[in-house]
């Protein structure tokens, strides 16, 4: 009894010290992922294509299902010239918001999830001002963390086809 009472105790206490380092890799992954979306924002902002493609992973393990066509994007190379042309399309500053991101993550593998505001003038004078839906998957990639998957989305109204984009929360 004496021996089985010591492996119970000796699995207690590994199980809750893994337990509290997984809690702490939570905090710190979560704490870095924030900051590799601020620094996305900042170069999404700026309209800095080499910025804003920093944050995903290079080569062909990047898949993103855009708002546009086509069905996907995969690569960063395609990516890349996707957002060349999305940024293209606006003139003047171009703003981002993403007020209530949530973040599940462990060590090594992330998703984050929420509501995206943009703002911004075409170049054509269109005022937008819409909220997306984004999913984002991320993995740590030599020990930085880096977006796998993109999912941006609007609701679209099944009756006619067509997103709807004046939808707020």
Request: with cysteine.
């Amino acid at each position: 009894m004496g021996g089985r009472l010591f492996i119970i105790c000796a699995v207690s206490l590994l199980a809750s010290g893994c337990i509290k380092e997984r809690a702490q890799g939570n905090g710190q992954s979560e704490s870095d992922i924030k900051a590799l979306f601020a620094t996305w924002q900042k170069a999404f902002e700026a309209k800095d294509v080499n910025g804003v493609m920093a944050v995903y992973a290079p080569g062909t393990t990047l898949t993103s299902f855009d708002i546009v066509g086509p069905l996907q994007f995969k690569g960063a190379e395609a990516y890349r010239k996707d957002y060349a042309d999305f940024f293209a399309q606006f003139s003047g500053p171009i703003h981002v918001d993403y007020p209530d991101m949530q973040i599940v993550a462990d060590n090594n593998v992330a998703i984050a999830y929420g509501l995206e505001r943009l703002t911004g003038t075409m170049t054509n004078g269109t005022r937008v001002d819409m909220w997306l839906r984004y999913t984002e998957g991320l993995k740590r990639i030599n020990g930085q963390w880096r977006i796998i998957h993109e999912h941006i989305s609007v609701p679209v109204d099944l009756d006619t086809g067509k997103a709807k984009l004046d939808l707020k929360p």
